[in-house]
């Protein structure tokens, strides 16, 4: 039986920062990733906007707010290192009414107090710099925020794994756990010194083969964009509504990316099992059985509003509404360009099942064994590097012994 010192499940950026930083810290230790896909990054890491978030949404005493502020720095550095694109475009975040201007207010004191560089922007300054946005008095201005390619950024995060002496395994799916310290996959058993799990939509499923997760499960939600390929409606800067703090969704926006697009979205469409991105594609009888039950509790209990959230994001389906949401933040911008579907997407977003809430930051559970990424919830790929090396330094603190990791981070 192979035996390594950890063992990772997991391609996406969370489980290669956190095998990266592994090695930094015990560049003597054995580490295997296993990934069930041909190719890392096909998941959440690849499907993602690419945007690089700087950190202002999240309140000061959160470590959120900190990974996203030092993961920007941190990933626009790489990407510089890397000869990687990266669109320097920033974002602006405009209101429509003055209950929208005040959250504005908010975001300021916290982009303030986490250390973000923010800029008041009035209409008139917003009208010569961006014609195509519009706010109702002011709007702000974020500098460091940028887009990258994320599957590219993964894929030579990967790169440099291998090369420092990570052993990337992919088509390689873990099974099951059949005793401590072992894990059986599609590669055969492997014995493992610590296991770290960080399989996206099938967290919550491979944690509770070791004991965890036990009031938690992952509802998908699918995200859709509609593309300007070209950007011939001439879009200058990311553009994003005032979001709704309660919770973790950020409304439909304009997205600008490295290779030139512009685009409109993402919805946030509950879906019906974990991989429903087109069709009856990875169709799951079981997974659809676990997701409606959810979703039909949810819908008739109105958890968090859920009832107005499914049938509003259902209407993100048909173009002209969509088009409509969208000309409010650009009411100048020309739309009939945006006139193809991207690649869906699938957000892995943890459910209470407790109180039947969403839950808004990073859960990680474990033990001395096993280390379980329940929830890397948005901004996770901006936030990856700190949030890694965060994990990382649990799992080789000496105080862990045999105890448990606190649930939330």
């Known amino acids: 039986m192979e035996r390594y010192d ?33 190719e890392v990054a096909l998941h ?24 996203t502020r030092e993961g920007n720095a941190a990933l626009r550095r790489f990407c510089e290192e890397e ?30 107090s986490n250390g973000v560089v923010l800029e008041w922007m009035s209409r008139e300054e917003l009208a010569e710099r961006f014609s195509e946005a519009s706010t109702w008095r002011r709007a702000l201005w974020s500098p460091t925020t940028a887009t990258v390619d994320p599957t590219a950024v993964t894929r030579r995060m990967a790169e440099r794994a291998r090369e420092e002496g990570v052993e990337i395994r992919t088509g390689c799916a873990w099974l099951s756990r059949p005793a401590p310290g072992v894990a059986e996959t599609e590669c055969g058993e492997i014995a493992y010194g610590h296991f770290v799990n960080a399989a996206g939509l099938y967290a919550d499923r491979i944690a509770r083969a070791f004991g965890f997760s036990r009031h938690y499960t992952i509802l998908p939600f699918k995200g859709i964009y509609l593309k300007d390929a070209s950007n011939r409606s ?18 439909v926006h304009f997205t600008l990316t490295v290779d030139g697009a512009a685009k409109i979205g993402p919805t946030a469409i509950p879906a019906f099992w974990r991989e429903n991105y087109r069709g009856l594609e990875r169709f799951s009888l079981r997974e659809l059985g676990e997701v409606l039950g959810w979703e039909a509790r949810l819908f008739l209990s109105d958890a968090f509003g859920f ?20 000309k409010k933040l650009a009411p100048r911008l020309e739309t009939r360009h945006y ?20 839950v808004q930051d990073f859960v990680v559970e474990g033990d001395g064994e096993s280390t379980h990424v329940l929830n890397a919830v948005s901004p996770a790929f901006t936030a990856s590097l700190p949030f890694a090396a965060h994990v990382a330094e649990r799992i080789l603190s000496p105080k862990r012994g045999g105890g448990s990791l606190s649930p939330l981070l």
């Open 6 to 38: 950890y063992l990772i499940a997991g391609g996406g950026i969370i489980g290669i920062a956190l095998a990266r930083e592994l090695r930094r810290r015990r560049p003597g230790a054995s580490i295997l990733l296993i990934e069930k896909e041909p």
């Open 83 to 112: 000869g990687l694109a990266l669109n320097r475009c920033g974002k602006v975040v405009v209101a429509t009414n003055g209950e929208e201007d005040a959250t504005l207010e908010t975001l300021m004191e916290r982009g303030r």
């Open 44 to 67: 959440g890491s690849g499907r993602n906007s690419g945007v690089l978030h700087a950190g202002f949404y999240y309140t000061a005493d959160s470590l959120k707010a900190r990974f």
């Open 307 to 326: 009832r107005s959230l499914a049938l509003e994001e259902m209407k993100k389906y048909r173009r002209s509404h969509l088009l409509g949401l969208a």
């Open 234 to 251: 001439g879009l200058h800067t990311n553009i994003y509504p005032v979001p709704n703090l309660a919770n973790p969704f950020l409304g």
């Open 339 to 358: 006139d193809a579907w991207s690649t869906p997407g699938i957000r892995a977003q943890l459910l209470d099942t407790r109180s039947l809430e969403l």
